[in-house]
């Protein structure tokens, strides 16, 4: 999963009693860092991107016939790792950014990791930060606690005070507080996990010198963890999720949070600026006040769709895609959600690209061929080296892509994405090994037939594509809005004054 190539994006959340208290929102840098150490070529990076893409949306189909919490959607992928920090009794953890999931877990000593060679040598966070070490605060939740029912997928506490050995006597009298919540397994792409919940405080670091100290803030500690040395936090609907349990020590802050990611192109020269997490609602006068003055675009909504198998995943209604003129519908599968948990369009913070049906990715790609291959040479290499399609070559010639439009469900819920967001060019043979030639890839992908996603989400938007927007994830109006920033100015113009 982790990469040293991975777009690592370190936010620190330090919060104040007092500043909480006074204040709806906190505005929280989101840093990171882009590093060549593994990867030696833009089709190597992409590769690897479109390959976890594609892993991370299929593991969605097979989670159906499994715990539905005991499968979560890892692999993170290069390009999309965002991570976030916070500390543990003085020692700074660090996690990776999930709205795909719904616990926040890492590694605690002694930690062992099973086949990660390659992978925490080659991660500067797992490197340099050795796994934490519980501290002498920290308890373990009860099995008769309803966070261990919900780790292990809403089983009765009963159940699991069972299995941590509490006396039958003590079952039927409720009496099984002193004993911890079972381990619990956790499964995902290309690893896996055992871990046991623990209640702790933890501290949240903010860009002043104010502290929030987060009491009895709920996690899981893992000693045993298969090809993964990072935690991840979960973003997502679940109770156990980051946003969840700030609701209970403040809603303001925990009903609505929203993220604006600097459009990189994976090129770390434009990742000099923070992007910024804001946890808690605006004000939408103030806040059209302060941010690029008038005529700022508002945002568009669209509701959100309910998944009985996937409870925690962001997911909305796709009615169809514009290129250029040409408006194609979306299937069935991506209006709604029906029983079983197939369908509808999952917001992403931890996928690069966007997953589409085979049936419309086809009528895309069909477009793009109609418009672009008709005067461009196909760059069928390429495509096999980086698994994106389909791709052109442009020598000399300034391209001419057709525009991209996302129209969900609603009334005006229609985004037009920029072209750098679905169409990246870059130099081939930059690498002396071959002449340099100008190309450029849809950064769509092809997600399979419509029987292979049943039980499962039926696209994926991915974080590429919500480049330069501001996506806020509104869990009180049960709504995700989408607005055009410029994000890499935005933390200063929030925090400003």
């Not at 949240?204 to 987060?214: A, D, G, H, Q, Y």
């Not at 997600?447 to 869990?475: C, I, K, M, R």
Request: net charge neutral; aromatic share 10%; hydrophobic share 35%.
């Amino acid at each position: 999963m982790a990469t040293s190539y991975s777009l690592l994006l370190c936010f620190s959340l330090c919060f104040s009693i007092i500043f909480i208290s006074s204040s709806q929102t906190l505005f929280l840098p989101l840093t990171h860092s882009l590093s060549k150490t593994q990867f030696t070529s833009t089709h190597h990076l992409i590769k690897s991107a479109s390959t976890s893409s594609i892993t991370r949306f299929h593991r969605h189909q097979h989670q159906k016939n499994s715990h539905k919490h005991h499968q979560v959607s890892l692999p993170l992928s290069p390009g999309s790792d965002y991570t976030l920090s916070f500390t543990l009794d003085s020692q700074p953890i660090f996690l990776y950014l999930d709205t795909g999931s719904d616990l926040v877990w890492f590694p605690c000593q002694p930690f062992e990791c099973i086949l990660c060679e390659g992978k925490a040598e080659n991660t500067s966070l797992a490197s340099s930060t050795p796994p934490p070490k519980l501290s002498t605060t920290a308890t373990p939740v009860s099995c008769k606690s309803s966070a261990c029912s919900a780790a292990h997928s809403n089983l009765p506490s009963s159940d699991l005070c069972a299995i941590s050995n509490c006396l039958l006597e003590s079952i039927e009298t409720s009496d099984c507080q002193k004993h911890s919540c079972p381990q619990f397994y956790y499964a995902y792409g290309d690893g896996s996990l055992i871990a046991r919940l623990y209640h702790d405080s933890i501290r949240l670091p903010l860009s002043n010198p104010k502290t929030l100290i987060f009491n009895n803030f709920t996690f899981g500690c893992a000693h045993t963890a298969l090809a993964e040395p990072i935690g991840v936090a979960g973003f997502g609907r679940g109770v156990l999720s980051l946003p969840a349990q700030l609701a209970t020590l403040s809603p303001e802050l925990g009903n609505q949070f929203s993220y604006c990611l600097v459009s990189h192109s994976f090129d770390s020269d434009r990742l000099r600026r923070p992007s910024p997490l804001i946890l808690g609602r605006y004000d939408d006068d103030e806040k059209e006040k302060r941010v690029n003055g008038v005529n700022k675009p508002r945002f568009v909504y669209t509701s959100m769709l309910d998944n009985p198998e996937h409870p925690y995943f962001y997911s909305v209604g796709l009615k169809g895609i514009s290129i250029g003129r040409k408006r194609i519908p979306a299937p069935g599968l991506l209006r709604k959600v029906d029983r079983e948990g197939s369908g509808g369009l999952v917001v992403d913070s931890g996928t690069t690209f966007t997953m589409l049906p085979a049936s419309m990715y086809g009528s895309v790609v069909a477009e793009f061929e109609n418009r672009v291959g008709r005067v461009n040479e196909r760059a069928r290499v390429i495509e096999e080296d980086t698994g994106l399609s389909p791709c052109y070559y442009f020598d000399n010639n300034v391209m001419n892509v057709p525009s991209v439009v996302l129209h969900f469900v609603g009334n005006g819920s229609s985004v037009v994405l920029p072209r750098r967001n679905y169409f990246y060019e870059f130099l081939d043979g930059g690498d002396g090994k071959g002449k340099k030639r100008k190309v450029g890839c849809l950064m769509l992908m092809n997600g399979g037939d419509e029987a292979e996603l049943s039980g499962g989400p039926g696209a994926t938007l991915g974080n590429y594509q919500q480049q330069g927007f501001e996506v806020v994830y509104d869990l009180e109006n049960r709504r995700v809005g989408f607005a055009r920033r410029e994000c890499a100015s935005l933390w200063e113009t929030l925090t400003q004054n």
